[in-house]
């Protein structure tokens, strides 16, 4: 017996019953435990060794070719009643998906290794964490959770107080696409993922659990589970304010989460630092503020992209103990991904002899592991077993056109609807066509456990269980001119909207009232140092009120796709906007 927690014992025992697993290791989180099973990915070619000298203790993995992203269109919610899990979520009766999956589950580990894997989705101490068990055939997802969340011992025990823990089973099977299925049983808080070793679909506390199992257990209890990164902005007089913002995948969350501001900024005094750069939990406080945690304890993410120039701080974590998944390397054995530096690549991501005309050298949803406490932004707050205080919400996307720089909800009922409308450009996150303008509302279109419209009626609730709730934004660092080049410089210049967001939830800062919210004139912004183009910084901050009547006909349409269980005021402040254009 490896646990007191009889529930869990006998879980485990089923499990490996079933699958006949030649071998049951509970992971204990040790260092020792870490070197073994590096050694075991080291022999079995699942890691390869990157250069010691520049990269000491980092990893490279290989996936398979057709396993490089999160699969939407095998992914399930699996409720008694298909019109709980929405429109928006892909269904199957939870029976039928038991047992297509424990068919697939039959033998599998035959001659494999299961681990058991306690793990905590934030901090130990924390009431606001949750705690789950993943049982997985494959080291490489052992050495990622160890990295994204609080496994081990101290998990396990906390487990074994608390007798609830969400069941994620795994194994990586064949890795045939058509045998491949995620399923989430949200009312047993139970995940079963088949046929992939991917991020997302394999590590099972990140999207399975945080996000999916996550906000359905948020709704019944009153909290909110979002895929949101958390940054705390310091200003010159050392007031610090906490954002949460809801990007969609590869739409920069890292990123924001870990900015350096302009040279200005700092001579000033602005700092920022970084609570967790992907999923976000909160809830009410008795000051009626929303308190916030990071569930996640490292990061895991896009690489290309990634540079001195754009993310320093990403940069300065990732030469050392980090996992690096689908990126390409250099003559001499380092890591290289697009946008990294101009060196030339030798080997590409599929492990081939780098040639351009086969595409980029990395894939573009090439990812690296790290500990988020290896981030020199990483906040102390970040540990705090109460969490932050948000005073900024903020949504976003990638829309080329249209959608201004910045702009602030009327009220927290607009923000909502901001949240819900919100658009985006797919990504290389999940497979399918890539560039195709979706609505995804709060970044949360593969990930929320049941039917938007109730999701979106919870959201409301919080302002009769909340009276001191963030302000809401939406920012867009994404628009592009003529020419398909990006019209805002992003980045480290996005610290200018921040401070502007955050000047507005303390009052010190002006706007001008618009029909889709309040948004600021240029003088209300901080330029110093950037190089700009004056036109271009007019037309981010304009609303085109033609292309904005047809855009709103889209939203009524979206809105109404998702049935008559649409809360009525959405419409309501979708149609003081309407009348304002
Ligand atoms: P997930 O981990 O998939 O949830 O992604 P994410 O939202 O954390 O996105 P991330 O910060 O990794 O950025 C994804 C891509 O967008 C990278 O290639 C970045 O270089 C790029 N990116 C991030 N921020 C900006 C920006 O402000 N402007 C531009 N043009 N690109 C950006
Ligand atoms: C995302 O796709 O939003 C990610 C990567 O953060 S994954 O872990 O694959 O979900
Ligand atoms: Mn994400």
Redesign the pocket.
């Known amino acids: 017996m490896s646990t007191t927690l009889l529930s869990l014992e006998n879980w485990v025992k089923k499990v490996a019953q079933h699958t006949q697993a030649k071998h049951i290791v509970w992971c204990t989180g040790s260092e020792d435990e870490k070197q073994q099973l590096d050694e075991l990915l080291l022999s079995t070619g699942d890691y390869k060794k990157l250069n010691e000298e520049s990269h000491p203790n980092c990893f490279l993995h290989i996936s398979d070719p057709q396993d490089v992203a999160?699969v939407e269109h095998l992914t399930f919610i699996c409720t008694e009643e298909k019109e709980e899990a929405g429109p928006n979520n892909n269904w199957m009766d939870p029976q039928k998906a038991h047992a297509k999956m424990d068919e697939l589950f039959e033998k599998c580990m035959e001659n494999r290794t299961m681990y058991v894997i306690p793990y905590c989705m934030g901090p130990i101490d924390s009431p606001l964490s949750r705690c789950g068990v993943e049982i997985t055939d494959s080291a490489y997802v052992v050495q990622n959770m160890r990295l994204m969340t609080r496994m081990g011992t101290a998990a396990l025990q906390r487990i074994e107080v608390e007798g609830t823990f969400v069941k994620g089973l795994h194994s990586t099977g064949e890795l045939d696409p058509d045998r491949r299925y995620i399923m989430h049983f949200p009312k047993d808080l139970s995940i079963k993922s088949y046929g992939s070793g991917?991020?997302?679909n394999a590590?099972l506390g990140?999207?399975c659990h945080a996000l999916r199992i996550g906000s359905y257990q948020a709704k019944t209890e009153g909290w909110l589970a979002e895929h949101m990164l958390i940054l705390g902005l310091e200003n010159p007089q050392g007031e610090t304010h906490y954002i949460a913002a809801a990007f969609p995948?590869a739409c920069g969350k890292t990123n924001l989460a870990m900015l350096i501001p302009p040279e200005g900024y700092i001579q000033d005094g602005w700092k920022i630092t970084t609570i967790g750069d992907?999923i976000c939990w909160m809830r009410p406080g008795v000051d009626g503020r929303l308190w916030a945690i990071n569930p996640e304890a490292g990061f895991?993410g896009v690489a290309p992209g990634t540079a001195k120039d754009t993310n320093p701080n990403a940069l300065a974590m990732l030469y050392k103990d980090t996992i690096f998944t689908n990126v390409a390397t250099t003559a001499d054995n380092q890591p290289w991904w697009e946008g990294l530096d101009d060196r030339v690549p030798a080997i590409d991501w599929k492990g081939n002899t780098y040639d351009s005309a086969n595409g980029p050298a990395a894939h573009p949803n090439s990812r690296f592991t790290v500990s988020a406490s290896r981030c020199p932004s990483y906040s102390e707050q970040a540990e705090a077993a109460q969490g932050v205080p948000i005073s900024a919400i903020v949504f976003g996307g990638r829309r080329a056109s249209l959608v201004p720089l910045v702009t602030q909800a009327r009220n927290w009922a607009h923000g909502v609807l901001m949240g819900a409308t919100v658009a985006s450009e797919t990504t290389a996150?999940?497979t399918g066509a890539v560039g195709v303008v979706r609505r995804d509302p709060m970044a949360m279109k593969p990930f929320c456990g049941y039917h938007f419209a109730d999701y979106w009626a919870h959201w409301l609730s919080f302002e009769d269980k909340a009276n001191n709730l963030p302000e809401v934004f939406t920012v867009n660092w994404f628009r592009k001119d003529k020419n398909n080049k990006f019209m805002w410089p992003g980045f480290g210049d996005n610290m200018r909207v921040l401070e502007w967001i955050v000047k507005r939830v303390s009052g010190k800062a002006e706007a001008q009232s618009t029909a889709i919210g309040d948004m600021p004139k240029l003088e209300d912004f901080n330029f110093e140092g950037m190089d700009f183009n004056q036109d271009d910084l007019s037309e981010l901050l304009a609303v085109d009120v033609e292309a904005w009547n047809l855009e709103l006909e889209d939203v009524r349409k979206h809105l109404d796709s998702f049935g008559d269980r649409v809360p009525q005021s959405l419409y309501a402040e979708l149609k003081v906007t309407s009348r304002s254009l």
């Open positions: 999160r991917y991020g997302g590590l990140k999207k995948s992907d895991f996150a999940a």
